[in-house]
């Protein structure tokens, strides 16, 4: 008996650490992740999924997957009341089916497709004030039948996942897509204001050719937006692929180079590279560092003064990649420091007419991570800033 006591302390013990380790994220995937591992662990199962429900559809589907061969069910979706799953939706109660195979409401298609065996299932429903979110599964307990108890820790578990993933897909949307809009409103507004200049009829030769040049360059901001906005979405889900090959860091930065010259040119900023001698063929995804290289660089020219530096080192020892991007521009606030990276945060130090949506290190940063490696700053107020990506070098053999 006071073991039992002891238990219920420690599994409560558990759900306020769980609480705690739910609120901490609002990357919707990482967090049904962690739902996930949290439900085979507090309830001693051996697999748990996850069902997010569409309430325009009134449909169920799988949102997570525990292994690689649950991802063929994450395309099935269950139509309320059919399924276990279906059924706790229906009547948001939760279920106990200690043998599935004689329970009728038992769906055999996403076991058949599993490949996994179910013997036993609990499901509780995810609400909030009576709201469905979802459904919350574990299947298969370790030992034995499932017990009240585990009953209980799975629908305190719900109850705390449904605030989480509501909290994160709120936060995802809302302040995405405001951002997007407040975005893309400012050269919308200067194309319609140039367009209407335009049809002037007492305006010049020599003034429409600038007009429609500043049209072209709203549009090229447009585009770089949306195309911002995509990446940074398909981070977050977990839909950007990577594609690691090897290439020639030289060529890399010859291009990066190439390409943000004209903006160096157009603030009287030189741009100055060191490239150690014994640089390797990097094996990682280019086209994503060369996003990285892009941004830093871009960084470097935007945020410095008139006739400013921007130096980009590459160097290496036996197992790091080393790459800095210094300049002799505006510096970051000590106290913005610990925010850089962070989706949206611009320092408080930036003029407003430098334009920028606060995403661009954030998605750097998540590449760099994407590839094992880390991203650090350092930064002197009207001095200048330094970002160094260190990035692991495979071990040839
Ligand atoms: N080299 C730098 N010097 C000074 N401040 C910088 C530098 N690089 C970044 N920052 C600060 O960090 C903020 C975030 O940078 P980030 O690249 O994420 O966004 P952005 O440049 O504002 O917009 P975007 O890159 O999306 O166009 C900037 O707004 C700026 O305040
Ligand atoms: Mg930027």
């Known amino acids: 008996m006071k073991n039992d006591v002891a238990f219920r302390i420690e599994r409560y013990r558990r759900i306020i650490d769980v609480s705690l380790d739910l609120a901490s994220t609002l990357d919707l995937n990482e ?71 004689q329970d009728q409401r038992f769906f055999r298609n996403v076991e058949q497709m599993l490949n996994f065996q179910t013997r036993s299932i609990m499901a509780t429903p995810m609400l909030i004030k009576g709201r469905l979110i979802g459904v919350l599964e574990t299947l298969n307990k370790q030992n034995g039948p499932f017990t009240e108890e585990d009953l209980e820790m799975l629908m305190v578990l719900s109850a705390q996942a449904a605030v989480a993933i509501e909290n994160s897909r709120l936060f995802q949307q809302g302040d995405l897509i405001n951002e997007l809009v407040h975005e893309i409103r400012t050269p919308l ?158 320092a408080g130090n930036v003029e407003r007419k430098v334009t920028g949506t606060g995403l661009g290190l954030s998605i750097c940063k998540h590449i760099v991570e994407a590839h094992a490696g880390q991203m650090q700053v350092s930064s002197q107020i009207n001095q200048g800033t330094t970002f160094t990506i260190e990035l692991p070098l495979k071990d040839p053999a």
């Open 189 to 346: 507004s200067s194309i319609s204001t140039i367009s209407y200049l335009l049809q002037r009829p007492d305006v010049s030769e020599t003034q429409r050719q600038e007009l429609a040049g500043m049209i072209q360059k709203e549009i090229e901001r447009l585009n770089g937006l949306t195309n911002t906005f995509l990446d940074y979405s398909r981070l977050e889900s977990g839909r950007m692929r990577f594609t690691p090959t090897p290439f020639d860091l030289s060529g890399l930065i010859e291009e990066c180079v190439r390409i943000v010259s004209p903006q160096a040119i157009e603030k009287g900023v030189r741009l100055e590279k060191e490239l150690a001698a014994n640089l390797p063929i990097f094996n990682g995804d280019r086209d994503k560092l060369k996003q990285v290289l892009l941004n830093l660089l871009s960084n470097a020219i935007k945020y410095n003064r008139p006739r400013g530096d921007v130096t980009l080192k590459l160097w290496r020892n036996e197992k790091t990649l080393f790459i800095s991007v210094s300049d002799t521009g505006v510096g970051i606030p000590p106290e913005d420091l610990p925010h850089i990276g962070e989706r949206f945060f611009r």
């Open 31 to 101: 967090l049904l992740k962690r739902i996930n591992r949290l439900a085979v662990e507090l309830t001693n199962a051996e697999a748990s999924s996850i069902l997010l429900y569409d309430e325009r559809k009134n449909q169920l589907y799988f949102a997570v997957a525990d292994n690689p061969e649950t991802e063929a069910a994450l395309s099935s979706v269950v139509v309320p009341p059919e399924s276990i799953a279906g059924w706790v939706a229906t009547h948001r109660e939760a279920v106990f089916v200690p043998d599935v195979q």
